[in-house]
């Protein structure tokens, strides 16, 4: 017998989307609050900046988007489909295979709108604070989630059996410490606040981390700054040389930076520049979740059993989409089915104990291997055992090996063509990239 659980699932961007598929799917009752007032999340283009262009000031005019208007994916099509609904074989105006952002956003539209999830859809309904109705600790397990939001001027409360997060952690900049930051006279952006290339237009910028952000903004600004410096620890992910754009420069990390502008970096080399922009990535970030079981710890969420459920309060507190370096829709969808069948009590979780020797077997293995803790959920070596082994929990038959083909694929022609990556895609049919 399975149980139907009444859930609020929070956010409507791709992870709440294909959690309240799944969860219906189960036969749950759902209420997904969304605070914008579309699905769609990430992928919904703002060209609004915040306030404090680094993110510093909490009290700052807060934006959610983090999209620069020119962004293309960076993972192919086929990767950026759910199992059974696939990117391929939609075309919503940009059919290249790795299309600008509009094409994820109308894709999932149509995936909330062909799944019939419009209406469990609270629009501009921001949540802001969940926690446990009672305070008894030995009522922990039988007591239910307030859920606490905001719509327009009113605010309402709500009572669930179970909790599911899907806010996103793309939003909330996480800065550098940078020696002599404080005195340095010239412009600080982080790159939840880049959108386009003009106001960047003859200046010197400094660009700070090599991740997929850096990777793109630094060539896109560098189509109207003068001079673009990238400061990188990565020494596998290479911007390489543009033809055409002579004007960006990699280096070592910033080793400090000085009153009169000049930025020096690790390998000897100094700029005079006028603007730094950071590319160094985000923070988890759950303003609205009052628990004391679980904490964020140098971008560490935990206690998560396999970066999903709280051990703590097992089926009744869940989170999608907090791994990256993965398939991340695939992920979304197993994470999502995961925990629907859970909460209808086909799959069963571990003890509170077993779930927290697991966490920490995970902690002291990432140790003994020397990866920092804000690595926590980077999946990338362990993505396929961990996909894996979500798909057979749920049920599911073996993933096709085309994913996981693909992905290792990508990562090595980022590797061997630096920024011309998509385009040496584009000539090749996709078979060809799997040899
Ligand atoms: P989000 O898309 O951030 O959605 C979270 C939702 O929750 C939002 O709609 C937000 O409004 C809502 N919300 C937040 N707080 C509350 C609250 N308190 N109450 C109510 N609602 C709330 N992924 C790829 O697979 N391929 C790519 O090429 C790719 N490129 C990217 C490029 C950039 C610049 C960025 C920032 C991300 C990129 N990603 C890419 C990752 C992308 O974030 C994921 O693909 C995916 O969209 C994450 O979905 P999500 O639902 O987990 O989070």
Not at 78 to 96: A, E, I, K, N, Y
Not at 221 to 243: D, M, Y
Not at 349 to 378: C, F, I, N
């Amino acid at each position: 017998m399975t149980r139907s659980c009444k859930v609020a699932v929070i956010g409507a961007g791709m992870s709440g989307l294909v959690a309240a598929r799944e969860l219906l799917h189960e036969s749950h009752q759902i209420t997904v609050f969304e605070k914008s007032h579309r699905v769609g999340g990430t992928w919904v283009y703002d060209p609004c900046v915040e306030s404090d262009l680094v993110g510093l000031d909490p009290h700052r005019v807060k934006v959610h988007g983090s999209l620069y208007a020119s962004l293309r994916t960076n993972l192919m099509r086929p990767l950026m489909g759910f199992s059974d609904f696939p990117l391929t074989g939609r075309d919503f105006g940009d059919g290249r295979k790795f299309p600008r952002h509009e094409e994820v956003l109308h894709f999932l539209e149509a995936f909330a709108a062909d799944n019939g999830l419009m209406g469990f859809v609270k629009f501009g309904a921001e949540v802001v604070q969940v926690k446990r109705t009672s305070t008894s600790t030995d009522d922990e397990l039988s007591a239910r989630w307030m859920v606490k939001w905001v719509q327009g001027e009113q605010e309402k409360i709500d009572h669930f059996e179970a909790v599911v997060i899907c806010n996103g952690h793309l939003s909330q900049p996480s800065l550098p410490q940078i020696p002599g930051i404080d005195r340095w006279p010239g412009k600080q952006v982080h790159s939840h606040n880049y959108r386009t290339p003009e106001p960047y237009l003859n200046q010197v910028v400094v660009i700070v981390g090599m991740g997929p952000s850096g990777f793109d903004i630094s060539v896109d600004v560098a189509n109207a700054a003068k001079e673009v410096h990238i400061a990188s620890r990565s020494l596998w992910f290479k911007v390489g040389k543009i033809p055409g754009m002579e004007n960006i420069f990699e280096h070592e990390v910033v080793s400090h930076v000085e009153p009169d502008g000049r930025v020096h970096f690790a390998d000897g080399f100094s700029v005079l520049a006028s603007i730094i922009l950071y590319c160094t990535g985000y923070s988890y970030h759950f303003p609205f979740l009052e628990i004391n079981n679980l904490t964020v710890d140098d971008n560490r969420v935990g206690p998560l059993y396999k970066h999903v459920f709280s051990p703590r309060y097992g089926p009744h507190l869940s989170f999608v989409g907090i791994t990256c370096a993965t398939i991340i829709f695939l992920t979304s969808e197993l994470q999502s089915k995961w925990i629907a069948q859970v909460l209808s009590g086909k799959c069963t979780l571990p003890s509170e104990d077993e779930m927290m020797s697991s966490v920490k077997e995970m902690y002291d293995e990432m140790e003994q291997a020397g990866k920092p803790k804000h690595r926590t959920h980077w999946l990338y070596d362990e993505m396929e055992g961990y996909l894996d082994w979500l798909a057979a929990e749920t049920g599911l038959p073996q993933l096709e090996r085309w994913w996981f083909h693909m992905f290792d694929a990508l990562l090595k022609s980022l590797a061997s063509f630096g920024h011309g990556f998509r385009d040496e895609w584009e000539k090749m049919p996709y078979s060809n990239l799997l040899k």
